[in-house]
């Protein structure tokens, strides 16, 4: 059984910094594109991060939003996935989800979700 | 960035109605499309994908179409648990996007 689970949400003042991970089983995670999404108090769901495999050199992209102040990064040896989110705003504030393409399955698959709320 | 308008944003219909969101494409995606359902405290739950192909589990009710860059979801004949959230992405190019949802709710 596929399992993917978020943790590290929670309450953060602007411009600190807070560290997600995704910890996962059930498939074949080296091989997998892990990619995190979140979803504003509004339900307005939004990509934000994807990070390839080792064939791929662990290539990533990112939403302009994000770009230079969130880092996505894996950890194949223990099969997990992470989120450094650094110089946080009030507009984060969301629940995180990561999931996962495969060649054949995307977005099959997602955690539960973890709640980050900025603020002051 | 390839922007998909969803519509409409919310929509109440009775129990055996037949119901069509639409997301129409601002660039080609081909069929690189996904539909999610959400319900309350829950996670998407992926329903179509490559626009056409209905996921394993998902009841035959649901289908997917397109027609250009407008792209549907199709449910023939409105159950209670189809209350929830409709979401599309655009899984052709990065950044991925997703559409605005739509918020489905029984009469």
């Known amino acids: 059984e596929v399992q993917l689970v978020e943790t590290g949400g929670g309450l953060v003042q602007p411009g600190k910094s807070l560290k997600l991970t995704c910890a996962t089983s059930g498939f074949t995670f080296s091989t997998a594109w892990m990619h995190w999404v979140r979803q504003s108090p509004e339900k307005r769901l939004e990509w934000i991060a994807r990070?390839?495999?080792?064939?791929?050199?662990?290539?990533?992209d990112y939403v302009e939003s994000v770009k230079g102040r969130f880092t996505i990064s894996r950890d194949d040896s223990k099969s997990s996935v992470y989120l450094q989110m650094n110089s946080l705003k009030e507009e984060d504030t969301a629940t995180y989800y990561c999931t996962l393409t495969t060649r054949y399955n995307w977005f099959a698959y997602w955690g539960q979700g973890t709640l980050v709320t900025v603020s002051s | 960035d390839i922007q998909m308008t969803q519509s409409p944003s919310s929509m109440s219909a009775s129990l055996g109605d037949r119901v069509t969101i639409t997301c129409q494409a601002s660039q080609d995606i081909g069929n690189n499309l996904i539909w999610f359902q959400q319900k309350p405290g829950k996670s998407p739950r992926r329903m179509i994908y490559?626009?056409?192909n209905l996921a394993n589990g998902v009841p035959s009710r649901f289908s997917g179409s397109r027609s250009g860059s407008d792209y549907s979801l199709t449910i023939i004949s409105l159950e209670s648990e189809d209350m929830a959230d409709y979401h599309c992405l655009q899984y052709k190019q990065y950044p991925l996007t997703f559409g605005s949802g739509t918020k489905l709710e029984i009469k």
């Open positions: 990070i390839k495999d080792k064939s791929n050199n662990y290539a990533t």
């Open positions: 490559y626009a056409t």
